[in-house]
């Protein structure tokens, strides 16, 4: 659709753009990002012939932008400029109809049908057919894009050029808008080019992104390549961290802000326990993956509850008792990660480990009751979720990577499987070696500050440190519980 080569362009003794050469293809729904002063209006205006060329073409269709006429060029090209040039004095149908310019015959214009239907749909894509008759002035800056928009899409353009199409519009409005003009991409083989600064809006949105860099391609792809850690902080000059959309096989990038360390170096944590619940306090927020029956799943988290039930407690709606609760109990459930034991707290087992880059916690309650041997439970037919588990908190002031966080995860497991092992820890329905209970909860919590661990498998340092608490805390955990049982 566009062919863009060799094209670069000077402002007076300033060059901004340098030899950029990429196509768009028919239907394509195209970005441009890069940073401010990059040379990405330049490049929209050169293709909406805002400026003139100075060097290299720019064919459209196969043919040189410059020799269309105003006219045939208004059929193929809509634009919607930064700061769009709102005609005060107007009603907002009004700017829309100016859309229609390019569809009237200037012998004999002629307001027909199918200009106002192009009208109205354009009005109720941007939802503003309601305000119509306002006068532009009387409209917000979010609703000025949007009659903008609606005058471009009027048009009927084949090709649509947007700087920055969701400049002051709210979250809603944006998605709002970008759905309306993906659906139009789909549905009438509209191309978009479009500059963006939210990355992640790009990303939800374009087939393929150009990255402009002191007006070179920085590179061009697709958005999921594209939004590469390295080549965004190279591009930006910042630091930012690449992440994956929990919903959609999207890339998301989030920016890094510098981080304070925590102030008290010894007290990253403090435990208190009562009958009733273990409570650990980090001094800043942790990043926790757990299978906690509240707060499970990637979540920051300064509270780490165990909390006590009777062996009898029985709920439908476990989750639901559990969060309400917390908040009985005056936490705060967004920071909370809340678990149940049916195990007394007094039998929980401690054990902290430092060296010189790390600091570790592990607290563990063990109740054996509904002890599972993993590889044997389909021979079972029965399904319990009792209480009865073994809960595993790790608290490590360490920086961890996510696969860091699963091997952790994997290493804390076997490490416990090896306690119930050394236990002599039996599955009661198939008489073999139990590997956990049927509810078993695990935490593993990181500062995310101090060293970074790339890896915590079974062999690396802080692998190590967690086998060999989890081990040692999950068999001392263990012992307690049993001798209570004899004694009882
Ligand atoms: N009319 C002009 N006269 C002189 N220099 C200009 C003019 N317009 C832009 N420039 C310069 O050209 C360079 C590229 O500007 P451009 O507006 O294309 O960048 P951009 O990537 O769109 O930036 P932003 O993200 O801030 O909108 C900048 O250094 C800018 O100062």
């Avoid at 106002?116 to 409209?139: G, I, T, W």
Wanted: contains cysteine; aromatic residues 8%; charged residues 25%.
């Amino acid at each position: 659709m566009i062919k863009v080569q060799h094209v670069s362009y000077q402002y007076g003794e300033q060059k901004v753009l340098h030899d950029l050469s990429f196509t768009v293809r028919s239907g394509e729904f195209f970005g441009i990002l890069g940073p401010n002063g990059s040379g990405k209006t330049t490049l929209l205006k050169l293709l909406s012939r805002e400026l003139p060329l100075q060097e290299g073409t720019i064919l459209l269709e196969g043919k040189q932008i410059e020799r269309y006429t105003p006219k045939q060029f208004a059929r193929l090209v809509a634009v919607l400029p930064q700061h769009a040039d709102v005609s005060f004095g107007y009603a907002v149908q009004e700017m829309v109809e100016l859309g229609r310019y390019a569809h009237q015959s200037s012998l004999f214009p002629r307001w027909t049908k199918e200009d106002e239907q192009a009208v109205e749909q354009a009005l109720r894509s941007v939802s503003l057919y309601e305000k119509k008759n306002e006068p532009l002035e009387h409209l917000s800056g979010g609703e000025r894009q949007r009659a903008s928009l609606a005058r471009a899409l009027a048009q009927e353009p084949r090709v649509l050029l947007l700087d920055e199409p969701t400049n002051h519009m709210d979250l809603a409005q944006q998605l709002k808008l970008l759905d309306l003009l993906k659906k139009r991409v789909r549905e009438k083989q509209l191309t978009v080019v479009a500059i963006f600064h939210d990355l992640n809006l790009a990303a939800l949105y374009c087939d393929r992104i150009l990255l402009l860099r002191e007006g070179k391609v920085a590179s061009i792809g697709n958005p999921h390549d594209l939004l590469e850690e390295e080549t965004l902080q190279e591009v930006f000059q910042t630091p930012l961290k690449r992440q994956e959309h929990p919903l959609v096989p999207k890339a998301l990038v989030t920016l890094m802000p510098t981080q304070e360390e925590m102030k008290n170096e010894k007290e990253k944590w403090a435990v208190s326990a009562s009958d009733e619940m273990i409570v650990i306090q980090t001094v800043q927020p942790f990043k926790a993956l757990s299978s906690a029956l509240v707060g499970a799943g990637f979540r920051w988290a300064t509270t780490f509850v165990n909390r006590y039930v009777p062996l009898d407690y029985h709920c439908d709606e476990a989750e639901k008792e559990m969060r309400e609760y917390l908040q009985r109990h005056q936490f705060d459930e967004q920071w909370t990660i809340g678990m149940m034991t049916a195990v007394q707290l007094e039998d929980a087992a401690y054990v902290s480990l430092a060296d010189e880059s790390f600091r570790l916690l592990t607290v563990v309650t063990a109740g054996v009751g509904n002890a599972v041997d993993s590889a044997n439970a389909w021979r079972r037919d029965d399904v319990l979720f009792a209480p009865g588990t073994i809960n595993i908190v790790v608290l490590l002031d360490a920086h961890l990577s996510e696969a860091a966080y699963v091997q952790a995860m994997m290493t804390a497991t076997e490490a416990k499987v090896k306690a119930l092992y050394d236990e002599a820890v039996f599955d009661p329905k198939t008489n073999t070696m139990a590997t956990g209970t049927s509810t078993d909860s695990l935490v593993i919590a990181a500062s995310q500050q101090n060293e970074y661990c790339e890896y915590a498998g079974t062999i690396t340092p802080l692998g190590k440190m967690i086998g060999r608490a989890v081990y040692e805390a999950t068999r001392e955990a263990l012992k307690r519980y049993r001798k209570r049982k004899e004694r009882s």
